[in-house]
T-cell receptor, first 115, second 114 residues
């Protein structure tokens, strides 16, 4: 069974540009969540999608957005990139959201560097 | 609100000695708790989860954790450290039912000395 696939693995962008990251969840999983990991702030929740609907959103500016497609694949977009957006972006998929103690399976992440 | 505090940012042990990584949680309801491990340049791997079925939870690679409600703790232990255990460990609590949001502790970096 394939795991969570994130593409690309590495990205270098310039300030002011925008970027789109992709996540393919485990087959059969309908919930996809995104997290940002930085040395200073640790792991922070960005948003969660289930059945193409955003169900929860973290405390990030509107430059961060996402969407989920009918096949459960998800993308996140960051517009007007800032140096502080440099981070490891992790995607997680789960099978039964909202039903307690359903573990999330993580991809290897996309390392975004903004220069 | 839910929160997690990992009491040690770094823990150093010798190979073959016990490992203890400490975690305290705060939750206004009966929590779901997890431990994840992250090796360098890798994603997060689930070690174990607490689901209220049993207070002592066994995970992969010989790790286990005990849920203690009275102490609001969920410490991770392993009887004998292996070099391959060197990594960063995260204690995690889940948000209430209805949304799937994980709240991470700040992480504990485990160093294993030969």
């Amino acid at each position: 069974k394939a795991g969570v696939t994130q593409t690309p693995r590495y990205l270098i962008k310039t300030r002011g540009q925008q970027v789109t990251l992709s996540c393919s969840p485990i087959s059969g999983h309908r919930s996809v969540s995104w997290y940002q990991q930085t040395p200073g702030q640790g792991l922070q929740f960005l948003f969660e999608y289930f059945s193409e609907t955003q169900r929860n959103k973290g405390n990030f500016p509107g430059r961060f957005s996402g969407r989920q497609f009918s096949n459960s694949r998800s993308e996140m977009n960051v517009s007007t990139l800032e140096l502080g957006d440099s981070a490891l972006y992790l995607c997680a998929s789960s099978h039964r959201p909202g039903q307690g103690a359903t573990e999330a399976f993580f991809g290897q992440g996309t390392r975004l560097t903004v220069v | 609100a839910q929160s997690v505090t990992q009491l040690d940012s770094h823990v150093s042990v010798s190979e073959g000695t016990p490992v203890l990584l400490r975690c305290n949680y705060s939750s206004s309801y009966s929590p779901s708790l997890f431990w994840y491990v992250q090796h360098p340049n890798k994603g997060l791997q689930l070690l174990l989860k607490y689901t209220s079925a049993a207070t002592l939870v066994k995970g992969i690679n010989g790790f286990e954790a005990e849920f203690k409600k009275s102490e609001t703790s969920f410490h991770l232990t392993k009887p004998s450290a292996h070099m391959s255990d060197a990594a960063e460990y995260f204690c995690v609590v889940s948000a209430p039912l209805g949304s799937y949001k994980l709240i991470f502790g700040s992480g504990t970096r485990l160093l294993v000395r030969p």
